[in-house]
């Protein structure tokens, strides 16, 4: 059965010291498919405006994304346009244009109300639990969200703690989310507020995966390469979801091993602009640049 992403398609405006990509195929559904795509099927929740170029839904259909529920809607598709300046580890966002997710309300098909695996990435919180509730049984779920969510609508956020398995954050996210000055006690504090599992991101610094019982912490993958980090977060999240989507049961083992796949996954999204270096993975790429990370941790 395939992992379904609820999440964004967009058209981005990227600046970096290494240059300029100007109105690019991302979002996080989109980034999140590079990855995912390597494990299992992927269907995309998500929609465009009537400006979306038709070459990148082309591109989409031909890394073997289900794009049945992408809507198109009147309007302009969600756009972002921002600038990595000397600190990779933070975009500085120069314009955001809503377009037509601004009233973008979830269609799926029959099918897909069956799927059982699902990723919540970012957008509004409302339109996250509207998703869930067109479910029938869903299976492992995991949820990512945003400081702008988090300040705006936390009550409905706080809702879904309830409706997930997993919560994914960067650190500046969890860290204002509970309140709390380290990420220890924020994953914690975190798991208090209702939720089973909290995987904090940390960029460059790995993540750090807290249960209830015990923590498990890896490493960013080495990496001089740094061309783009953005959708790095969702890359992972694919690598993440797509492990789990297939693995027979969902145990400390398997998670811990998908935690490393995405890892190694965000390590090839950072190396070119938007999606340039992410659709150009393979599983034995992935899977030699998991064996050199093992290598690199053990002692």
Not at 33 to 52: H, P, Q, T, W, Y
Not at 228 to 239: H, L, N
Request: hydrophobic share 40%; net charge positive.
């Amino acid at each position: 059965m395939p992992v379904l992403v609820l999440g964004t398609v967009a058209l981005d405006t990227i600046k970096t010291p290494y240059g300029l990509r100007k109105r690019i195929l991302g979002g996080s559904a989109s980034h999140f498919s590079m990855s995912a795509r390597l494990f299992n099927k992927v269907s995309i929740v998500a929609c465009i405006g009537e400006d979306f170029p038709q070459e990148h839904i082309n591109f989409l259909k031909a890394k073997g994304i289900d794009l049945s529920a992408l809507s198109v809607e009147k309007g302009k598709t969600f756009y972002w346009e921002g600038e990595y300046r000397k600190d990779f580890n933070t975009a500085v966002t120069l314009k955001t244009e809503l377009g037509v997710l601004a009233s973008f309300k979830p269609r799926l098909i029959p099918s897909q109300r069956k799927i059982k695996d699902i990723f919540l990435a970012n957008v509004d919180p409302d339109i996250q639990l509207s998703l869930l509730r067109n479910i029938d049984s869903p299976g492992f779920v995991a949820l990512d969200s945003m400081n702008y969510w988090i300040d705006s609508k936390r009550k409905p956020l706080l809702r879904l703690f309830k409706k997930v398995d997993i919560f994914l954050a960067n650190d500046k996210e969890a860290l204002t989310l509970s309140g709390e000055r380290g990420v220890i006690k924020a994953a914690k504090s975190l798991r208090k507020m209702g939720l089973k599992m909290v995987l904090i991101k940390k960029g460059e610094h790995g993540s750090l995966f807290y249960n209830g019982k015990s923590f498990f912490s890896l490493p960013a993958y080495p990496s001089d390469k740094i061309i783009d980090p953005t959708g790095a977060g969702d890359t992972f999240a694919g690598g993440f979801m797509g492990h789990l989507s297939v693995a027979k049961r969902i145990t400390d083992k398997e998670i811990r091993r998908a935690i490393a796949l995405g890892t190694v996954a965000a390590s090839f999204n950072i190396e070119g602009f938007g999606l340039e270096a992410s659709s150009g993975m393979c599983r034995r790429a992935l899977n030699k640049r998991l064996g050199s990370l093992k290598k690199q941790i053990s002692f």
